[in-house]
């Protein structure tokens, strides 16, 4: 009975260690839904399938399903997490807050979605994440000028936003011409936090409030500084998604109409779709996923990697940069990859030639100064995985016998050591020699 447990046991570590894969096979890549109630999973039918016909398998759980899980013995059972449970006050199963952001810690993708009813759980997740909401909890954003016209919705919360990130990146290529129709909280990012970034954000005149009270203080919120809808990316590439609105995500705002106050142009249908895949698409790393490999270095004529160089010696470093484009990995094509040869402050600082064929590479003499050397690239870009690579080698000064015998600046001294021999030779012979 134990040899069978036992098994058992290895077998589901093996099992559960496929599960995290990486870009370049995204089928059967696990993600675990929790829902606020299982009919989110009908209400958001065109977004849910979006996912599954990309090739994701969704997991769809209750928030406070006592047997969800994030990892068994040690490993991750899922690649992503998508929170649509605005309402959650707690997780069930071993699912906490510190879960959570342990979770993306590891570097794997997650998405919350609040409405104006969220949870302190919920809020304080996003809020680690690098965002701030209003003081109200029942706050909402509210536009008299950029609001979609509708028959339903008089209290101008209904807001029809087109001020999208101008990021080809992150949003892909294809412009997204009808605005996205949006229903709920704001929240703002910290302007010097540069992993947080706007990428769906509200009018100038818009502002927070709760609409169902009195306005009777100025707003905290306003203008174009609330965000509708952020992205972080952190430090260990992973990707998270945070919406103050779940409704942007249904069918019945991918599939409505609008029109924005103040236009004559309708569109037959919003653009919540088209932002929602192409934003997720990014989120799930389909989009603006890099990757470095063949990273070289060598002496000028040589190919073999040297254990440490000399100074003043010329060396060649290389590297191969990819980009993954959803179906394969392609080469990277850019201009501002830089290579610093870093010791305590960088001596060298290059930018690479690139081939447009993957291979980045420069060459340089190494400086004259002898210490412990590391090849460096720090690359970021917006939108971009960053990719940092390090590689250390040490420099030594000249043996004795490698030192050059004649130095063509020290040639005056050298006169004056002959010069100086001469004459004391002449001064001998004259004492010697005369009366």
Known sequence: MAKIITIFTLLLLISTHSFSLSPENPKN???LVLVDELVIKFSHSIFFN??????????????????IYLQRYGQYAYDGLIIFAPNADRFGGSINQA???????????????????????????????GVEFDEDPA????????????KTEGDHTLIASDHFIGSDVILGSKKIEAPVLFRGIGHTINPSNSLVLQVLSASPASYSV?????????????????????????????????SGSLKMFSDRYIRSGVQKAGSSTRYDKSGNEQFVTELTKWIFHERG???????R?????????????????????????????????????????????????????????????????????????????????????????SLSLSKQI??????HNEFERFIAAAYPYYGACFSMMAGFFALTLVHLYSK
């Open 394 to 399: 040490p420099v030594r000064p000249y043996r």
């Open 289 to 295: 996923y890099l990757k470095a490999v063949n990273v």
């Open 210 to 242: 709760n609409p169902a009270s009195k306005l009777l203080n100025a707003p905290t919120l306003t203008g174009s500084r609330i965000s509708l809808v952020s992205v972080v990316q952190a430090r260990n590439n992973a990707r998270i998604l945070i």
């Open 139 to 150: 706050a909402m954003v509210v536009d008299h000028t950029s609001y979609a016209l509708s």
């Open 297 to 385: 270095h060598n002496k000028v004529g040589l190919t073999d990697e040297p254990s440490m160089y000399t100074v003043t010696d010329n060396l060649e470093y290389s590297v191969e940069i990819y980009e993954w484009s959803g179906v394969n990995w392609e080469p990277y094509v850019a201009d501002d990859v830089q290579l610093q040869f870093f010791m305590m402050s960088p001596y060298v600082l290059k930018t690479l030639s690139t081939n447009k064929k993957g291979l980045y590479h420069t060459s340089f003499k190494v400086p004259d100064v002898y210490g412990v050397f590391q090849f460096k690239v720090e690359y970021q870009r917006l939108g971009y995985t």
């Open 50 to 67: 979006s996912l599954q016909s990309r090739g994701y398998q969704l997991d769809f759980h209750l928030f406070d399903d006592p047997n």
């Open 99 to 129: 879960a959570v952001l342990e979770f993306v810690d590891s570097g794997r993708d997650l998405i919350v979605a609040l409405d104006a009813n969220s949870s302190d759980l919920i809020r304080d997740i996003a809020t680690e994440c």
């Open 29 to 31: 890549r696990r993600i």
